[in-house]
C-alpha cells in the first residue's frame, strides 16, 4: 500500500507538472487536502508530510478534528453546504469558507466571526453547470452577491470556489473552470479585489490548474477512496 506521504508527494507532483505545462508556477496552485471522512491520524500523517491545510464538509466532523489537532496549528477550511444553525460553529473553528452561496449565511458567518481571530476568508461557490440539484449562486447573480460579501467587516472575500458537473473529458472539465476564471475576470473588472480560484479535485486538477486555479481541493488522491459517499 502506497503511504499517505507517497500519494501527498504524487498529487504535489501532478500539480507542479500541470502547472509547467500550462505556463504557470508550481507555487501559484496551492493545495487544499480535504480529509473529510478520515480520522484525526490520518491527517497526522499528512501533515507529518508538511500539509497544513485541510477540508472538511461536515461541521461537527471537522470542529472535532480541528479540536483534536489544535496543538499542529493546521488551517481548517469548511467546503460543505452550510446551514444557519452551524454557522457559529465554523466562524470559531475554520480559516476559510469556500461553499457560500448565500447572504443571510454570510452576515451570520461576520457577525459571529470572534475578534480575536482575523476576518473569515471565504470564497462564492458558483454553480457553472448550471445543475439544479448543486449548491452555488448562478453566475449571473455572482456579482452582487459578491459585493455584499465583500461589505461585511468580518470576512475576506477570497475569490470564486466550483464543483462542475464531472466529466472525464479533459476539453470538458476545463470548459467549467474556463467560465469560472472569465466570470471572475469579469467581476474584477467591476471593481471587485480577490485572489483565490477554489476549482479542481482529484479527477480534474490538471484541467483546473490549465484554466487558472490557485487552490486545488484533493481527497482521494491523498487519502484513497472513501468507503461512503
Ligand atoms: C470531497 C470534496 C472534494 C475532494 O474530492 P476528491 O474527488 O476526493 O478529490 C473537493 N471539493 C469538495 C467541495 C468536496 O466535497
Known amino acids: 500500500m502506497t503511504t499517505l506521504p507517497a500519494k ?12 509547467r505545462q500550462f505556463g504557470r508556477q508550481p507555487e501559484e496552485v496551492r493545495l487544499l487536502a480535504v480529509s473529510k471522512m478520515r480520522s484525526a491520524d490520518c491527517v497526522r500523517a499528512v501533515a507529518a508530510a508538511g500539509q497544513l491545510s485541510f477540508g472538511e464538509n461536515h461541521v461537527q466532523e471537522g470542529v472535532a478534528k480541528a479540536r483534536e489537532l489544535a496543538p499542529l496549528a493546521l488551517d481548517w477550511h469548511f467546503i460543505g453546504s452550510l446551514q444557519a444553525n452551524k454557522t457559529r460553529l465554523v466562524a470559531e473553528n475554520f480559516a476559510w469558507v469556500h461553499s457560500l452561496d448565500r447572504l443571510p449565511i454570510a452576515e451570520r458567518l461576520s457577525a459571529q466571526r470572534p475578534p480575536s ?24 447573480a455572482a456579482l452582487p452577491l459578491a459585493q455584499a460579501i465583500a461589505a461585511l467587516p468580518r470576512l475576506r472575500l477570497r475569490g470564486l470556489m466550483t464543483i462542475p458537473r464531472p466529466s472525464t473529458e479533459f476539453l470538458e472539465q476545463r470548459h467549467a473552470f474556463r467560465e469560472l476564471r472569465e466570470l471572475a475576470e469579469q467581476m474584477q473588472a467591476a471593481g471587485l479585489q480577490f ?31 472513501r468507503t461512503t459517499a
Open 8 to 19: 501527498l508527494q504524487a498529487v504535489l507532483a501532478r500539480i507542479a507538472a500541470a502547472a
Open 117 to 140: 481571530l482575523p476576518p473569515l476568508s471565504v470564497c462564492l461557490q458558483v454553480n457553472v453547470s448550471g445543475e439544479a440539484s448543486k449548491s452555488g449562486v448562478a453566475p449571473a
Open 195 to 225: 485572489d483565490t480560484l477554489s476549482m479542481g479535485m482529484s479527477d480534474d486538477l490538471e484541467a483546473a490548474v490549465a484554466e487558472g486555479a490557485t487552490l486545488v481541493r484533493i481527497g482521494t488522491a491523498i487519502f484513497g477512496e
